[in-house]
């Protein structure tokens, strides 16, 4: 059974980091593009980064451009995403999720194309 589990997740002030992380198991990782997701309560769940296979191609939404990065290492079964700057905005219960489709922008940013979820991890920044 394929596990996605995330952790890295806390309570922080504004204008600090976090780096969160994402280990796979039970599936082959590199063949999966991934993707982190976001949920606020009360608001649906939202799509944050994107990386490909390879890790050579990245999305972010607008929102997180420039203070998010997302990274991957094929060899540990891992995706990271490293959170900078964080706004008591981007307070969620943060996803990591696997897609194996083609790496295209609408893909990856849409969340039912993901085939594989994690349980989350609770980001919570303060003012």
């Known amino acids: 059974q394929v596990q996605l589990v995330e952790s890295g997740g806390g309570l922080v002030q504004a204008g600090g980091s976090l780096r969160l992380s994402c280990a796979a198991s039970r599936l082959t990782f590199s063949t999966y593009a991934m993707g982190w997701f976001r949920q606020a309560p009360g608001k649906e769940r939202e799509f944050v980064a994107a990386?490909?296979?390879?890790?050579?191609?990245?999305h972010y939404a607008d929102s997180v451009k420039g203070r998010f990065t997302i990274s991957r290492d094929n060899g540990k079964n891992t995706v990271y995403l490293r959170m900078n700057s964080l706004k008591p905005e981007d307070t969620a219960r943060y996803y990591c999720?696997?897609?194996?489709?083609?790496?295209?922008?609408?893909?990856?940013?849409?969340?039912?194309?993901?085939?594989?979820w994690g349980q989350g991890t609770q980001v919570t920044v303060s003012s």
């Open positions: 990386i490909s296979r390879s890790g050579g191609s990245t």
């Open positions: 999720a696997a897609n194996r489709n083609s790496y295209t922008i609408v893909i990856v940013t849409t969340a039912p194309t993901y085939e594989y």
